[in-house]
């Protein structure tokens, strides 16, 4: 699992030798990031009031037609760093004060994140959070155990259709649900430190995307036939903006209406879980954090 020479990181499982090419994430053996900062945007108990030390990987599993941060997931926009560099980021975004470390769509390089967290083992005193869409493979959720704190995956779609047309990924249902059930295995109840940031567990987010309601019931019902609301935590997200090739989709160009989310976040407050609602001034395009395309001295 922790081997680029014929990766099966994703539920692609190109086998693709990527010393030599790249797979669907179109990435090599190198990491690829494209911003490393701290980041206030996230849940509360994940920014904190100081900030979630947040690295933003080149590529995807995906490819969301409506991805706000295309640029780095389809389009490439990054600079590579050695796994020690990406060590000494992770030190030193922890002496900015980062409640946390997030890696942002990490799962293309979480052999060379592996090593970069082994390089800083009992200097990093704070959580790693793996911060992904979701569409993850069991076996490297297993693998990387003693690695990840937090996990903050996507719950996107239930149907396959809908995930095939908008993401490439017809099996994204239950590839999904299947690794946010190892999360919550490996991860335990969620737990809270003394500054109510998250220390340990799942927050699985759901973003109320545009005619889709009742897919979006679908995905609450079924978080809640497999799991007790004390499991994990559900973070309904408001902030869908068209962007990236959204306007393609008649049926997504435009941003969610307040009935379509009230909607979406009356049924997870029925299901009982805990966690967090958006405000609806974050769908906007402001919110998109800038990246960049090499190393800032």
């Not at 539920?11 to 911003?35: E, H, L, M, N, Y």
């Not at 947040?54 to 409506?66: A, D, E, I, Q």
């Not at 990093?124 to 003693?146: M, Q």
């Not at 908008?166 to 969620?190: C, H, L, V, W």
């Amino acid at each position: 699992m922790r081997d680029y020479l014929s990766c099966e990181l994703c539920p692609r499982r190109c086998r693709v030798d990527r010393t030599a090419k790249t797979g669907f994430c179109r990435q090599s053996d190198r990491p690829r990031i494209a911003r490393a900062a701290l980041h206030m945007w996230e849940e509360p108990c994940i920014s904190g009031t100081r900030g979630s030390g947040t690295v933003f990987f080149s590529g995807c599993t995906l490819r969301c037609v409506f991805c706000q941060n295309f640029e780095i997931s389809q389009e490439n926009l990054g600079y590579y760093v050695t796994e020690s560099e990406l060590a000494d980021i992770f030190l030193d975004l922890q002496e900015q004060g980062a409640h946390n470390i997030n890696l942002v769509s990490p799962t293309p390089f979480l052999p060379s994140v592996a090593n970069a967290l082994d390089m800083v083992k009992g200097r990093l005193k704070i959580p790693v959070v793996c911060n992904c869409g979701g569409y993850e493979r069991v076996e490297t959720v297993k693998a990387f155990k003693d690695y990840i704190d937090v996990w903050l995956p996507d719950l996107k779609y239930f149907s396959d259709d809908a995930a095939k047309k908008y993401s490439g990924a017809q099996d994204y249902f239950e590839t999904a649900i299947a690794a946010i059930r190892q999360m919550a295995n490996q991860a335990g109840k969620p737990v809270f430190g003394a500054d109510g940031t998250l220390k340990s567990g799942v927050l699985v987010r759901h973003l109320v995307l545009p005619n889709m309601r009742r897919d979006s019931e679908r995905v609450i019902s079924e978080l809640r036939g497999r799991f007790e609301p004390n499991e994990i935590l559900l973070s309904v997200m408001s902030q869908y903006t068209p962007m990236n090739r959204a306007a393609e989709f008649k049926e997504l160009n435009r941003r969610v209406s307040t009935f379509e989310y009230n909607f979406v976040l009356g049924l997870a407050q029925e299901a009982g879980f805990d966690g967090f609602s958006q405000e609806r001034a974050a769908a906007v395009e402001g919110f998109v954090p800038r990246f960049e395309g090499e190393k800032i001295p």
